[in-house]
């Protein structure tokens, strides 16, 4: 998989494997966290000097990483596609890790760089740790502003409201707390709850993942039967920090994470719901079912060694709802 140390791209095995505690996975934690702010003042999580301006940051991401997904979204949801310019990556990493085509849809209109290594390298001077999407990028001073899929989704809802972006808000200060709290039980169970028992080592601590990803799908379940989004008649950003672990929910993590006691089709309440987001405008562009399989049945760590994508299941996101008979529309 590879890591970069001292600012150096590593392929060496030992710095570049999982981490592991009793069998357990455990996910690196993202370390560069500078902020935009609408005047480049400090943010709650990094340095100043950030302003928000229509064509001055570019996104880094991959269709296939639901944490990258997030930001694609919310660039969406608040109609900055105009004013953030992207690059997607290849849908399967290579040993030079998240890579692009020299021309189209997976190349870097950016930088014109070939592998995201070396965006780190020249925009966050010796960076130790993995190379992973999403990556905010500062064109005009060539920093990298943020590597964190939580905090770009928080600068993308307000910071740019004065620059072009709509004013829908995602993160409203009367719901905070209740959306922290479902962000919190839903990352550590549920969005990285299947990479834990994907990745698991042993039998106890893929049961213990396992369990943990259906009793929050359960969770959720009973929640979703009495309001049409998590936080009630509209939309927030709890709502869309799910909604990428979901759409790869069938096509992914029943099968190549072994998370199989339910399809989320089995489900009467979320998978409506689901349905629902995705027929939310311009959201069905930012998700790639195909990409997806192909994406985690090509991951060497779960034990798939000559790379067969399985052909199936169906699903489709397409079919009515009738969520809206709950409340409002977002």
């Not at 979204?73 to 105009?82: G, Q, T």
């Not at 998370?259 to 989320?264: A, F, I, P």
């Amino acid at each position: 998989m590879g890591v970069m140390i001292d600012g150096r791209w590593t392929t060496d095995e030992e710095a570049s494997a999982l981490k592991f505690a009793d069998g357990r996975w455990q996910r690196d934690v993202s370390v560069i966290r500078h902020w935009i702010t609408a005047d480049g003042s400090p943010g709650p999580t990094g340095d100043g000097g950030f302003a928000a301006e229509a064509g001055r940051y570019h996104l880094f991401v991959a269709y296939g990483c639901p944490w990258a997904h997030r930001t694609l979204i919310f660039r969406v949801l608040k109609n900055l596609e105009d004013m953030i310019s992207v690059s997607i990556a290849l849908p399967r990493r290579s040993d030079q890790g998240w890579i692009f085509d020299s021309e189209g849809e997976y190349s870097d209109p950016c930088l014109g760089k070939h592998a995201l290594w070396e965006v780190y390298a020249e925009g966050h001077s010796g960076y130790t740790g993995r190379v992973t999407v999403p990556v905010l990028y500062d064109k005009k001073t060539q920093r990298i502003v943020n590597n964190e899929s939580a905090d770009i989704i928080r600068m993308l809802n307000s910071a740019f409201d004065g620059a072009g972006a709509n004013d829908r808000d995602f993160y409203p200060e009367a719901n905070r707390p209740e959306i922290d709290t479902l962000n919190e039980r839903i990352y550590a169970n549920l969005n990285n709850g299947v990479y834990r028992a994907g990745f698991a080592r042993t039998q106890d601590a893929y049961e213990e993942a396992f369990d943990q990803v259906f009793e929050t799908l359960d969770f959720l379940e009973d929640r979703l039967g009495r309001q049409r989004y998590l936080c009630g008649d509209r939309q927030t950003e709890a709502d869309w920090r799910l909604f990428p672990t979901l759409a790869r929910f069938d096509v992914a993590y029943h099968y190549a994470f072994k998370c199989n006691l339910r399809r989320l089709m089995d489900y009467p309440n979320l998978w409506p719901y689901t349905r629902d987001l995705y027929q939310s405008p311009g959201i069905s562009r930012t998700v790639k079912p195909d990409l997806y399989k192909h994406g985690y049945f090509s991951i060497s760590e779960l034990r798939n060694p000559l790379g067969i994508v399985p052909k199936g299941p169906i699903v489709d996101f397409t079919t009515a709802h009738d969520r809206e008979l709950l409340g409002a529309a977002a």
